[in-house]
């Protein structure tokens, strides 16, 4: 009979350290009624559970050995390391047109090798998932698809509140599970939300188009006001050159002034000159009028004193300092004797006129004159 030692296993996983297992139990070896002392090779991370001839299990973990074999009958090698299983499965909802998807993940790993080989399981992830949805089928049961959150906290904590999973079979187990809708359920959902997004794009759309268009508003507005506080101002400058120039009214010169303040220097020296001839040619009507001969007092008298308030209208902002207008009971009534004013104003010293370019020159209407006819 061969020895322990070199009896081929009856049952082996070829299972090797990275090796997938739904099975803990990787070898299986009989041994005979005669045993022989001896190690069988194992990996440190194995326990060797051992069966006696009275149905016992007697667990031996790395590197402890029996020291005889004859007084078993079986030994089972059983791996302890960890291992991750990653599933899914369904669970009903208060509908039975619709069950909920749930991921599951355990990391289960043998605690107890002699219960785990009594106990006779082959399909670790089987065991633990039938556990968790007899746990959870109940649970699930009292929601709607579309409450898959509050299933999922209700679910985790029921089960953690119940036995551990898997130790009966003498399992210690690490899990954690997520619930979501079923397909068609998520599926109906996208294109609701997809809907939504599309309306909701939509009225931002326009929401922001208005905003744009109270935007481009208020530019346009502002631009206007602008436009209003510019002619504004422009006509506040005309009006001021206006006021400044009120002896000749000259609107022209105003605007263009206006628009040339540059040229202010030669339209003021252009229009003094202008003003001194027209001042001239109306002292010497005045004077041709005063000292008219062969004319009689009483015809004079009218014509004099209105000569007098022309002289007063035209000089009494233009006379210098010192001299005033003449004073109309100094002029002697004789019929041959007038009181004639001087031939000339002295003018106040300005700088010679220069004329303008005939293209920026306005027209001025000549001033009204006073006459002997005016009287009339």
């Known amino acids: ?55 016992g299990f007697e667990t031996f973990l790395s590197p402890h050995r029996p020291r005889r074999l004859s ?4 030994v089972y090698e059983v791996d302890m390391g960890v291992h991750p299983v990653r599933a899914r499965i369904l669970l009903p909802s208060d509908n039975d047109a619709h069950e909920f998807e749930v991921s599951v993940e355990f990391d289960w790993q043998v605690s107890d090798p002699a219960q785990f080989v009594r106990s006779g399981h082959r399909d670790v992830p089987r065991l633990l998932l039938g556990e968790l949805e007899q746990a959870a089928r109940a649970v699930t049961r009292g929601f709607r698809i579309t409450d898959s959150a509050e299933a999922e906290g209700e679910v985790l904590t029921v089960v953690r509140q119940g036995k551990p999973l898997g130790e009966a079979a003498g399992l210690r187990v690490l899990w954690t599970v997520r619930l979501r809708r079923d397909e068609e359920n998520v599926g109906h959902a996208r294109r609701l939300q997809a809907i939504e997004h599309a309306a909701t794009e939509e009225i931002r759309t326009q929401q922001w188009g208005a905003h744009a268009d109270q935007e481009r508003t208020a530019r346009v507005h502002a631009q206007h006001e602008q436009r209003l506080q510019l002619h504004e101002y422009e006509a506040r400058r005309i009006a001021f050159y206006r006021d400044y ?20 220097a030669k339209a003021l020296s252009h229009l003094r000159q202008e003003q001194r001839d027209r001042l001239q040619a109306q002292m010497e009507l005045i004077k041709e009028m005063l000292t008219k001969a062969g004319t009689e007092p009483f015809e004079l008298e009218g014509p004099r004193r209105l000569a007098i308030e022309a002289f007063h209208a035209v000089f009494g902002q233009h006379v210098p300092a010192g001299q005033g207008p003449p004073d109309p009971d100094a002029v002697d009534p004789g019929p041959a004797v007038g009181v004639a004013p001087p031939a000339s104003v002295p003018a106040p010293s300005l700088p010679p006129a220069e004329a303008l370019p005939s293209s920026q020159t306005p027209p001025v209407p000549p001033a009204p004159l006073a006459g002997p006819d005016s009287a009339r």
């Open 1 to 55: 009979m061969d020895s322990p030692l070199h009896r081929s296993a009856d049952w082996d996983q070829q299972a090797h350290r990275h090796t997938p297992l739904v099975d803990p139990v990787v070898t299986v070896r009989q041994i005979g009624r005669i045993g022989l002392p001896g190690r069988i090779p194992t990996r440190i991370d194995h326990a060797l559970v051992y069966t006696t001839r009275r149905g």
């Open 245 to 264: 120039l009120a002896g000749d009214g000259i609107d022209a010169w105003a605007m263009h002034l206006a628009q040339h303040p540059e040229d202010s």
């Open 71 to 74: 007084r078993y009958t079986a």
